[in-house]
C-alpha cells in the first residue's frame, strides 16, 4: 500500500486518489445506463446536457436540512441536492472535465439537471421560532428533526420569486454530507473580490463595499455559513453570513478554531492536517490553470460531529464510525468566468487559500506548544459606522 493510500485510509478523507476513483466515490448510485455513460468521469468528455435533462424530477424532493448558507432554497433526495441554476455555475459543471481535469475531484459530481414547476417543490415550512420540522425522511428517524435556520430563511424568502416561474430550472449534485452521521460544515467564501464579471456599477460598488467592510478584503476570507454538532442536546449551533460579515480577524479565526474543536474543547489536529494538505492541493491546481477565474466561489468543510458511541439516529441511513472523516470541497461558481486572456486566478483568490491555511496551522502550532504562543483572540467584530443597518440595506438589494 502506497503512502498516499495509507494516508487516505487513515484520515478517512473522501478525496478520490485519481480520477478514476471519482466517479465510484460519488454518494449517489446512478441505476439509468445511460445516465452512468453520460456522467462516465473516464470518457474524457465533459457530460452533454442535453442527455441527462429530465422534464420531471425522478422522486419528491425534501427540505434539506444541512444548507447553512445561499441566496436560494437547496432541495434534497436520495443522495443528491438539487439547488437552483446560475447561467455561469452550469457552463462550468459541463466543460470542467475537458478543461480543468485535475479539479474534477474537488468539485461536487455533478448530476445532470432537471426542470421542476412549483407544485413540485416541498411546502415552505413556517414554523421559524422552532428548531424542528417533520422532514420528508432523510434517514429513518422522526427523532432527529433539527434543522438549519438558513435553510428555512431562504426557502420563506425566495418563495415568491420561486412561484412566479413556470419551470424552475434545478442543478443536480452529489449530497456531499451523505457519509456523516452528523455532518459539521463550514462554508468560506474566498477571495478579496466578490463581485462578478457581468454584475451591473450599482452591483459592483455594493459588493466591494461590503468585501471592504469585512474580512474579505483583509484575509480574502470570509464566514458565508456554519454549524457544529453537540451531542447533549442532539443539535446544532449555528452561524450565518451575516454573523460572519460583523467579524474582524481575531474573531474568524476563533470562529476556526471553534469548527475544529472537539466537544471537550480539544483541537481536532488529525482532522486540521488532512484538510490542510487537500488545500495545498487544490491550491496547486487553481493556481496552475488558466481557463476559469474565479469570484465569491466558497470552500467547503465537511467533518464529522458526532463520535460512534454518541449516535442515536442517523442522517442518510449511514453510521459513520469513523470520526476522522472528512471532505473538502470546492464550491458555488455563480461568478465563475471563461479566462478568455489566460491571466490565471487573481492574487485575492490565492490569498485567501493562502490564508486559511497559515490560520489552521498557527491554531496547530499552539496547542501543540501547550498554550505558549500567540493565542487567537476573542470573537469580536469590526467597528466601521453602523454595520448592522448597512448590512441590512446590502442583503435587501441582494435579495
Not at 220 to 236: A, E, F, K, P, T
Not at 252 to 280: A, H, N, P, T, Y
Request: glycine share 6%; charged share 30%.
Amino acid at each position: 500500500m502506497s503512502g498516499q493510500r495509507r494516508a487516505n485510509k487513515e484520515t478517512g478523507s473522501l478525496l478520490p486518489r485519481s480520477l478514476s476513483d471519482y466517479e465510484s466515490s460519488s454518494s449517489f448510485a446512478c441505476e439509468d445506463r445511460s445516465l452512468r455513460r453520460d456522467l462516465s468521469i473516464e470518457s474524457g468528455k465533459s457530460p452533454d446536457i442535453s442527455f441527462v435533462e429530465a422534464k420531471k424530477p425522478l422522486e419528491k424532493l425534501a427540505f434539506y436540512r444541512h444548507q447553512v448558507a445561499g441566496h436560494y432554497p437547496i432541495f434534497w433526495k436520495k443522495g443528491e441536492v438539487c439547488k437552483s441554476i446560475q447561467k455561469n455555475e452550469l457552463e462550468f459543471y459541463k466543460h470542467i472535465q475537458a478543461k480543468i481535469p485535475e479539479l474534477v475531484p474537488f468539485v461536487p459530481k455533478y448530476l445532470g439537471v432537471v426542470d421542476m414547476e412549483y407544485g413540485e417543490l416541498p411546502p415552505t415550512p413556517t414554523d421559524s421560532n422552532s428548531r424542528k420540522f417533520e422532514f420528508s425522511p432523510q434517514a429513518n428517524t422522526t427523532e432527529f428533526n433539527h434543522f438549519n435556520s438558513w435553510g428555512l430563511r431562504c426557502h420563506q424568502k425566495k418563495k415568491q420569486a420561486l412561484k412566479r416561474r413556470s419551470v424552475i430550472k434545478y442543478i443536480r449534485l452529489e449530497d456531499l454530507t451523505l457519509p456523516f452521521s452528523r455532518p459539521n460544515i463550514l462554508d468560506l467564501k474566498i477571495g478579496t473580490r466578490v463581485h462578478g464579471v457581468n454584475d451591473d456599477p450599482e452591483k459592483v460598488r455594493r459588493k466591494m463595499r461590503k468585501s471592504a467592510l469585512t474580512t474579505s478584503k483583509s484575509l480574502g476570507l470570509r464566514l458565508c455559513g456554519m454549524q457544529v454538532y453537540n451531542s447533549i442536546d442532539d443539535g446544532y449551533k449555528f452561524h450565518d453570513k451575516f454573523f460572519g460579515r460583523d467579524l474582524d480577524n481575531g474573531g474568524f479565526e476563533k470562529c476556526i478554531k471553534e469548527f475544529f474543536s472537539s466537544q471537550d474543547g480539544k483541537l481536532r489536529i488529525g482532522v486540521m492536517e488532512s484538510l490542510i494538505q487537500r488545500i495545498e492541493m487544490l491550491l496547486k491546481v487553481v493556481a496552475e490553470q488558466k481557463s476559469f477565474q474565479f469570484f465569491s466561489s466558497s470552500l467547503l468543510f465537511i467533518c464529522e460531529g458526532c463520535l460512534a458511541s454518541d449516535q442515536k439516529r442517523l442522517h442518510g441511513n449511514v453510521k459513520n464510525d469513523n470520526y476522522q472523516r472528512v471532505d473538502l470541497r470546492f464550491i458555488d461558481f455563480a461568478q465563475a468566468a471563461r479566462d478568455t486572456e489566460r491571466k490565471g486566478v487573481d492574487d485575492g483568490f490565492l490569498l485567501g487559500l493562502r490564508n486559511i491555511v497559515k490560520i489552521m496551522r498557527r491554531l496547530i502550532n499552539f496547542s501543540r506548544d501547550g498554550g505558549t504562543g500567540s493565542e487567537p483572540q476573542q470573537i469580536s467584530k469590526i467597528s466601521v459606522g453602523n454595520l448592522s443597518e448597512e448590512r441590512n440595506e446590502i442583503e435587501e438589494k441582494d435579495s
